[in-house]
């Protein structure tokens, strides 16, 4: 693993998997940007020393949240709610029952809300396209991301397009598989090669132990971290891979995919000033 990967970790309190997207090289010799977007796992136990890190060190301005509805309304208010500086924006990857348009602007405690034992019974089953049944399930589930919430792929990378000023923050609960898609989407906008994107993908195994311990230590995704052995949660370089060589195949790279899925030229050279200098 290169240099270039090393120094980008954020170590705070509440957060396992927090990197800057930054510092990373580009096809044209250039580098990303530091400081404008960033990538975590769940923000939920952030300290208060963090928040003051997040917002006043490092200029955090925004928060894009893949994870589902039910996810957020179980987790409760994370304290970066109670900034006003800081907005929040939720596009989830994966398809649901009794969807939100804006989860953040429903109460957690609204009795209403029914949600079901477990969260995963909210989710609507995934289906899978006949070319990609013979993958592995991996990368079934990027593709389907891709091929099932590609409007809010687009959105959440559309919203980190229109930003002001400050940072972002892209994440989900564990930051590599949803999260992991969105950033890799961006930084192939911004010109990191293949190679580079498939190595911040596979980072996050440097630290799976202990992403795999604080997420068991939320009744949300606790079931989930104690029946499944770390290793199957463990990013593989081959994954990310794999999704980028299907998308050079099928649309002549991460461009063309977005391109198809209406996130055009303009848009796209907006997202590349946003994370280059």
Not at 85 to 94: N, R
Request: glycine residues 10%; negative net charge; aromatic residues 4%.
């Amino acid at each position: 693993m290169t240099s270039t990967h090393t120094g980008r970790w954020i170590r705070l309190d509440g957060t396992t998997n927090m990197r800057d997207l930054g510092g990373l090289p580009t096809t044209d010799g250039g580098r990303t940007a530091p400081g404008r977007i960033l990538r975590s796992d769940n923000l939920q136990t952030l300290s208060d020393a963090d928040v003051r890190r997040l917002v006043g060190e490092i200029g955090l301005r925004q928060v894009i949240d893949l994870r589902t509805t039910a996810e957020i309304l179980l987790e409760g208010r994370g304290p970066l709610r109670a900034v006003p500086e800081v907005t929040h924006q939720h596009f989830t990857l994966l398809p649901e029952r009794g969807h939100h348009t804006d989860v953040f602007a429903v109460e957690e405690e609204d009795v209403r809300l029914d949600l079901p034992a477990g969260w995963a019974e909210s989710l609507l089953p995934r289906q899978v396209a006949a070319h990609d049944e013979g993958e592995p399930p991996a990368v079934r589930s990027y593709l389907g991301y891709l091929g099932q919430r590609s409007d809010n792929v687009v959105g959440a990378l559309r919203a980190l397009t229109q930003a002001q000023d400050g940072a972002s923050v892209v994440h989900c609960a564990a930051g590599k598989d949803r999260t992991g898609v969105v950033c890799a989407l961006a930084l192939a906008v911004a010109g990191v090669p293949h190679d580079e994107i498939v190595a911040d993908y596979a980072l996050t195994a440097e630290i799976i132990d202990a992403l795999v311990a604080k997420l068991a230590a939320s009744p949300t995704y606790a079931d989930d971290m104690v029946t499944r052995d770390v290793s199957s949660h463990t990013p593989r370089a081959e994954t990310m891979d794999r999704v980028l060589t299907l998308l050079d195949e099928r649309f002549g790279g991460a461009s063309g995919w977005l391109d198809a899925h209406g996130f055009g030229a303009d848009e796209q050279a907006a997202l590349r000033a946003r994370l280059r200098d």
